[in-house]
């Protein structure tokens, strides 16, 4: 009887465990990645939850925007604002800070507020449509403080947006320079002023411009801020005039952003520098230089 031959148990194959190693690993990867989308959607949830926790709290209190809150976070730290006082608000739409200015001065005390777009009516307040930066805007605005200093001013202006950073946050930072510029000449000896500025390049140099203006300068940052905003408050106090430079905060914070990003003149007439490059000459077959 013909016995069949036996056939040895094939081995396990070599390329098994590779591959349940890199499946354990890219498993691993996708619970990382699932854990991570999770994280980063709890977070958004919390950061909107915040959002509407705000706008809540400025509908049941009666204000226009939840930014209200901004300024009344940046009062109850540095109390900036005094029953009395007349304030310059900059950048008023849609008229949350000039309503929070109002309750703060009181009676006695005056708040114009001037934004590029109209505002509704804020009781108490004299509300402006205009460019800050524009002469006829500044002359309607000298004539509604009637001769009066001011005693506060708060800007929460920002320019039109066009989704380029870089050039956003640069127009922004000139425009904060400008209203300076406006504003400190109408501000009390020990006034106070406060604005918003984007993060970035120039944030620095406009700090040290306008830091000679005053005894104390301050960045803040309210609850009421969302976490994914780049703005930050600049909160000064105690105007210094006498300290004040001869050239405008624009004209300092311009030259110094130049100088940050290496965009200063060329000098005239440098002086020689010498170097040890020579140009060497092809030679000719006959072995002389060609001309």
Same mark, same amino acid.
């Given at each position: 009887?013909?016995?069949?031959?036996?056939?040895?148990?094939?081995?396990?194959? =070599? %390329?098994?465990?590779?591959?349940? +190693?890199?499946?354990?690993?890219? #498993?691993?990867? =996708?619970?990382?990645?699932?854990?991570?989308?999770?994280?980063?959607? =709890?977070?958004?949830?919390?950061?909107?939850?915040?959002?509407?926790?705000?706008?809540?709290?400025?509908?049941?209190?009666?204000?226009?925007?939840?930014?209200?809150?901004? *300024?009344?976070?940046?009062?109850?730290?540095?109390?900036?604002?005094?029953?009395?006082?007349?304030?310059?608000?900059?950048?008023?739409?849609?008229?949350?800070?000039?309503?929070?200015?109002?309750?703060?001065?009181?009676?006695?005390?005056?708040?114009?507020?001037?934004?590029?777009?109209?505002?509704?009516?804020?009781?108490?307040?004299?509300?402006?449509?205009?460019?800050? !930066?524009?002469?006829?805007?500044?002359?309607?605005? *000298?004539?509604?403080?009637?001769?009066?200093? %001011?005693?506060?001013?708060?800007?929460?202006?920002?320019?039109?947006?066009?989704?380029?950073?870089?050039?956003?946050?640069?127009?922004?930072?000139?425009?904060? =320079?400008?209203?300076?510029?406006?504003? %400190?000449? #109408?501000?009390?000896?020990?006034?106070?002023? !406060?604005?918003? *500025?984007?993060?970035?390049?120039?944030? @620095?140099?406009?700090?040290?411009?306008?830091?000679?203006?005053?005894?104390?300068?301050?960045?803040?940052?309210?609850?009421?801020?969302?976490?994914?905003?780049?703005?930050?408050? #600049?909160?000064?106090?105690?105007?210094?005039?006498?300290?004040?430079?001869?050239?405008?905060?624009?004209?300092?914070?311009?030259?110094?952003?130049?100088?940050?990003?290496?965009?200063?003149?060329?000098?005239?007439?440098?002086?020689?520098?010498?170097?040890?490059?020579?140009?060497?000459?092809?030679? !000719?077959?006959?072995? +002389? @230089? @060609?001309?």
């Amino acid at each position: 009887m013909h016995t069949p031959p036996v056939v040895a148990a094939t081995p396990p194959n =070599a %390329l098994i465990p590779c591959f349940v +190693l890199v499946l354990r690993k890219g #498993l691993m990867r =996708a619970r990382l990645e699932r854990r991570l989308e999770d994280f980063l959607m =709890a977070d958004h949830w919390v950061e909107n939850h915040k959002r509407d926790s705000w706008r809540k709290q400025a509908k049941a209190s009666g204000y226009r925007a939840r930014s209200a809150f901004k *300024l009344k976070q940046i009062q109850q730290r540095f109390n900036l604002v005094r029953e009395g006082d007349f304030v310059l608000d900059v950048g008023c739409h849609p008229g949350g800070w000039a309503q929070v200015a109002v309750e703060l001065v009181g009676q006695d005390g005056k708040v114009v507020g001037v934004d590029l777009q109209p505002c509704a009516p804020v009781e108490g307040a004299i509300l402006l449509t205009g460019d800050i !930066t524009d002469p006829l805007t500044q002359e309607r605005i *000298l004539e509604e403080l009637g001769g009066d200093p %001011l005693n506060v001013i708060v800007s929460d202006i920002s320019p039109h947006i066009t989704g380029k950073w870089d050039m956003d946050q640069s127009v922004a930072m000139t425009l904060v =320079a400008d209203v300076f510029d406006f504003a %400190l000449p #109408l501000l009390k000896k020990g006034g106070g002023f !406060t604005t918003k *500025l984007f993060q970035g390049i120039g944030v @620095e140099e406009l700090i040290a411009a306008v830091r000679p203006h005053f005894s104390s300068v301050r960045r803040y940052s309210p609850d009421a801020s969302r976490n994914s905003s780049s703005e930050v408050y #600049l909160v000064c106090r105690h105007h210094t005039p006498w300290k004040a430079p001869k050239l405008s905060v624009r004209e300092r914070y311009e030259t110094a952003v130049n100088k940050l990003v290496g965009g200063e003149e060329i000098e005239e007439d440098p002086e020689p520098v010498a170097s040890s490059f020579r140009v060497r000459r092809k030679k !000719t077959d006959d072995g +002389l @230089e @060609e001309h």
